[in-house]
T-cell receptor, first 113, second 110 residues
Framework: NAGVTQTPKFRVLKTGQSMTLLCAQD?????MYWYRQDPGMGLRLIHY???????AKGEVPDGYNVSRLKKQNFLLGLESAAPSQTSVYFC????????????FGNGTRLTVT | DAKTTQPPSMDCAEGRAANLPCNHS???????VYWYRQIHSQGPQYIIH???NNETNEMASLIITEDRKSSTLILPHATLRDTAVYYC???????????FGGGTRVLVKP
């Protein structure tokens, strides 16, 4: 039981390049989330999904797209990376909507030059 | 959405209990209080949560006041590995989209 796995762990992009971050969970959770964390700050929600085939915007969705084609996977895409997207990205999942703790991955450190 | 207020930092002696306060005076009736912690460079780790009753698990205890406007996380015997940022979060009524604020940076000293 690996929990929540994020790939890659590190990535460096040039401005304008695109990439996809992958999040996989093996706990059969319905809900999945993408957060970003900037230095010295808390986490901010980018997008989330309440089930396979669904996605919704969080607090800071601009510049990102997501897909949830399979229940166990949640993809975060950057179509045209910008230096402002340099951050640590965390994926999380939870079983339900209420009374259901989040389980986090260990993050992807992204640098955009 | 209810917001939380936590002290920015606190120190604790190894082996002693650490009491972390959190104020959530605008909490609504169906919102839970969650505690997470984040050890440097790692993903946040769930600690404990509760609605109105006090809760205890193998990691910590959660004390929620009767009016639910504040709570305290208790780490009974702090170790050096408990050094982390601790986040107190109130679950949004619209769903489990937790908002992480600044948290309390806890330093456990030998």
């Amino acid at each position: 039981n690996a929990g929540v796995t994020q790939t890659p762990k590190f990535r460096v992009l040039k401005t304008g390049q695109s990439m996809t971050l992958l999040c996989a969970q093996d706990m059969n959770h319905e809900y999945m989330y993408w957060y970003r964390q900037d230095p010295g700050m808390g986490l901010r929600l980018i997008h989330y999904s309440v089930g396979e085939g669904t996605t919704a915007k969080g607090e800071v969705p601009d510049g990102y797209n997501v897909s949830r084609l399979k229940k166990q996977n949640f993809l975060l895409g950057l179509e045209s990376a910008a230096p402002s997207q340099t951050s640590v990205y965390f994926c999380a999942s939870s079983y339900g909507q209420y009374n259901s703790p989040l389980h986090f991955g260990n993050g992807t450190r992204l640098t955009v030059t | 959405d209810a917001k939380t207020t936590q002290p920015p930092s606190m120190d604790c002696a190894e082996g002693r209990a650490a009491n972390l306060p959190c104020n959530h005076s605008t909490i609504s009736g169906n919102e839970y209080v969650y505690w997470y912690r984040q050890i440097h460079s790692q993903g946040p780790q769930y600690i404990i949560h509760g609605l109105k009753n006090n809760e205890t698990n193998e990691m910590a205890s959660l004390i929620i006041t009767e009016d639910r406007k504040s709570s305290t996380l208790i780490l009974p015997h702090a170790t050096l590995r408990d050094t982390a940022v601790y986040y107190c979060i109130v679950d949004r009524a619209a769903g489990n989209k937790l908002t992480f604020g600044g948290g309390t940076r806890v330093l456990v000293k030998p």
